[in-house]
């Protein structure tokens, strides 16, 4: 999987039909989870200047990705 910091979009690594960004960067299938689970959860996705997606609360403070779980709350 991949992410792009602008489109804020996620591709896969295979049998996508369109043209991946440029700026996308190489994810885990563990981070993708993550990053998915803290928008469910009213987080906002964002990156960081090196282009890695992180997850941000209303402040715009990133948060810890290996601290979220089903149960954390925003």
Request: net charge neutral; hydrophobic share 30%.
């Amino acid at each position: 999987m991949k992410y792009s910091a602008t489109t804020k979009g996620f591709y896969p690594d295979s049998g996508y039909k369109g043209t991946v960004p440029s700026d996308a960067v190489s994810i885990t299938a563990d981070t993708y989870s993550k990053l998915l689970l803290a928008n469910s959860q009213g987080y906002t996705l964002s990156a960081t200047s090196s282009g890695q997606p992180c997850a941000v609360n209303s402040e715009r403070t990133a948060i810890d990705l290996s601290t979220l779980t089903a149960s954390t709350t925003s």
